[in-house]
């Protein structure tokens, strides 16, 4: 081919490359055309219905802020906080970690005005990433956990919102990481693969494997942690990520050099490397460059692993990575420990020790001394703007704070006097109510017709010469007796002791029936009686009217029956049965009497049961039922009591 002809084919091959450059840049620019358009008529506010048709060119900065500076020509908060949150991702995957916050912040501004819950908490998280990628542990745990605080308070939320929880459950995870909290940082990771896995987001899935890995790395689970990074892999190879891969590359890589396997772990840094300087994310090519030098290092490769280590450590400076400057030094020590430099290799091991404590107090105190700073500049602010006014200015300023602060101090402190004398005294009053009832309680129980009824039945015993009987039931009646004044010293008693009371009580009350009475008690095998509280003396005036109202006036077979059982979930059930005349007719007999017997017992325990379920979330209940047969004849009655406790008691 002569150089003529050759000329011609060169600007001809030009002219069709131009040709189809700009066709294709045309057919691009026409659908970004016919999107905008779109989306500018319908104006979405959902996040995933912006992103759906914006995510193609999300990473396009040119296209990002055209569109961020037409949304606010539009009012449009909704796409102006899409496209601003898309910038700050942008800036901060090429270490421009200060645009990248202001960006993120704006983002979050606009969310807020929009009143869009969406955007506000991408943003928060957005904010959080950046400054963990900066190794600012305080500020970017703050972002994460009000976007998940945000996230957790909406009721049903949106899938958008799912992953955004996510996301920060998995940055909160990384975060725990940076401060060595690995068991943490993998409780977090797994919460975020629950959710990542229902919707089936491989990026989340990969992201999340990929962090699982690190932590099992840091416990010295080097075969787990390989098969986590392999998964990271193969997902990120299913999305195409190229930042995806330079991690995993770089993740495997570590795991080879620890394990030994050096030129596996060459080969495949290298490759990280490659893609790293390819796509111009800073940070990652400062870490391969440290992992490069590593394994040269390994290889006794000295001399080109310390050029790949400076040049860790110059990027690491340049954009302010912690981490790397600090994994840098300590491989600069073991190069210059290798060349028998030992004072060099002792001034950079001692670099790397000074500077990874530093970065640990800056993690640790970084939000403190940052509202330290702002107060101060606060002070000094002050201070200025002071110096302006007159000495008569100033003070007349000062007088009148003075004024303020002890009118605010007098009056918090009068307030408080007055609350804790409304306090006191409504406490008293509870006290006194509690004292009343317990003293009523006793009167009742020490029933002087009670008391009356079974001394003479004692000692009709005694006449009839029945010595046995008198000095069992006399045992009975001291024991009564002295359970009944102890009781009223408890406010609370175990249902077992309280069962006890009320056997010896039937046994007494029996004699005057001549132990007609069946008396029975069922307890349900699942229910430890013994655990559980009940206020003391609480069946007693069940049983008294039982006897007086119910058993009395009847003949024949007489029968109560005390049943404990659980019918409702953090209550006990306690019924009491009798088989007597039921409550109708035994008010007609007692109207008919002249010396009518009333009964506090009921009202007082109502009182008391009241007082008792205070100290719990569910209230006591009780009730009172007739129970008929099917022509309406009665059959006696029925008391439930239904009694709450503590679920584990049961």
Request: proline share 1%; with cysteine.
């Amino acid at each position: 081919m002569t150089p003529t002809k050759h000329i011609i084919y060169l600007i001809f091959s030009i002219s069709f490359f131009l040709l189809i450059s700009e066709t294709l840049f045309s057919q691009s620019k026409d659908n970004y055309d016919i999107v905008e358009k779109h989306l500018f008529f319908k104006k979405p506010k959902q996040y995933h219905i912006i992103d759906s048709l914006l995510s193609k060119h999300s990473k396009d900065s040119i296209r990002m802020k055209a569109l961020a500076k037409r949304a606010k020509t539009k009012n449009y908060l909704e796409a102006e906080s899409y496209a601003k949150n898309a910038l700050g991702i942008i800036y901060r995957n090429i270490s421009l970690y200060e645009k990248a916050i202001n960006a993120h912040i704006e983002a979050r501004n606009l969310a807020q005005k929009a009143e869009n819950k969406e955007l506000e908490i991408i943003s928060l998280n957005m904010l959080g990433v950046a400054y963990r990628r900066m190794d600012l542990v305080k500020p970017a745990l703050d972002y994460h956990k009000k976007a998940l605080d945000i996230a957790n308070s909406i009721k049903n939320p949106s899938n958008t919102i799912k992953h955004s929880i996510a996301v920060s459950q998995n940055s909160m995870g990384n975060i725990y990481l940076a401060i060595n909290q690995y068991d943490l940082a993998i409780g977090q990771f797994n919460k975020s693969l629950k959710y990542e896995k229902v919707s089936n987001n491989k990026l989340g899935l990969a992201i999340n494997y990929q962090n699982i890995g690190y932590a099992k790395e840091a416990k010295g689970q080097l075969e787990e942690a390989l098969k986590d990074y392999e998964t990271s892999l193969n997902y990120n190879n299913e999305i195409d990520s190229e930042i995806g891969r330079v991690i995993c590359y770089n993740s495997i890589g570590k795991i080879y050099i620890k394990q030994g396997k050096l030129q596996e772990a060459l080969s495949i840094i290298k490759e990280a490397l490659n893609k790293a300087l390819t796509i111009g994310d800073q940070y990652y090519i400062a870490s391969s460059y440290n992992l490069l030098g590593w394994t040269q290092i390994e290889l006794n490769n000295i001399e080109t692993a310390e050029k790949n280590i400076n040049k860790a450590l110059i990027l690491g400076q340049q954009y302010n990575l912690k981490s790397n400057i600090a994994e840098a030094y300590k491989h600069l020590s073991k190069i210059y420990e290798k060349k028998k430099s030992y004072k060099l290799a002792m001034t950079f091991y001692k670099n790397h020790i000074d500077y990874k404590e530093s970065i640990s107090n800056e993690r640790n105190l970084q939000y403190v001394n940052d509202v330290i700073v702002q107060y101060e500049n606060e002070i000094k602010n002050s201070q200025i703007k002071s110096l302006a006014y007159e000495n008569e200015l100033v003070k007349s300023k000062l007088e009148r704070n003075q004024r303020i602060f002890w009118f605010t101090l007098t009056s918090l402190i009068t307030l408080a006097i007055i609350i804790v004398s409304l306090y006191r005294n409504h406490q008293l009053q509870h006290e006194k109510q509690i004292l009343t009832l317990e003293q009523d309680m006793l009167r009742n129980q020490m029933n002087p017709h009670f008391i009356f009824n079974t001394l003479n039945s004692i000692k009709l015993y005694i006449i009839n010469n029945e010595k046995e009987n008198a000095v069992y039931y006399l045992n009975k009646f001291s024991k009564l007796i002295r359970k009944i004044l102890v009781a009223s010293t408890e406010k609370e008693i175990s249902l077992e002791e309280e069962l006890n009371t009320m056997k010896l009580y039937m046994n007494i009350e029996n004699i005057r029936f001549s132990n007609e009475i069946n008396f029975k008690i069922k307890i349900n095998d699942n229910i430890n009686i013994s655990k559980i509280k009940v206020p003391s003396m609480v069946l007693q005036p069940f049983l008294e009217n039982a006897i007086w109202h119910g058993l009395s006036a009847k003949k024949g077979h007489k029968e109560i029956c005390i049943k404990v059982d659980k019918k409702l979930d953090n209550h006990i059930t306690i019924s009491i049965r009798d088989n007597g005349i039921g409550r109708k007719a035994s008010t007609e007999i007692n109207n008919k009497k002249s010396l009518k017997r009333k009964s506090m017992g009921i009202d007082l325990i109502k009182a008391r049961l009241e007082n008792f379920s205070s100290n719990f979330e569910n209230k006591c209940r009780l009730y009172i039922k007739d129970i008929m047969d099917e022509k309406g004849n009665p059959l006696g009655t029925k008391v439930i009591i239904n009694i709450p406790t503590q679920k584990h008691l049961l």
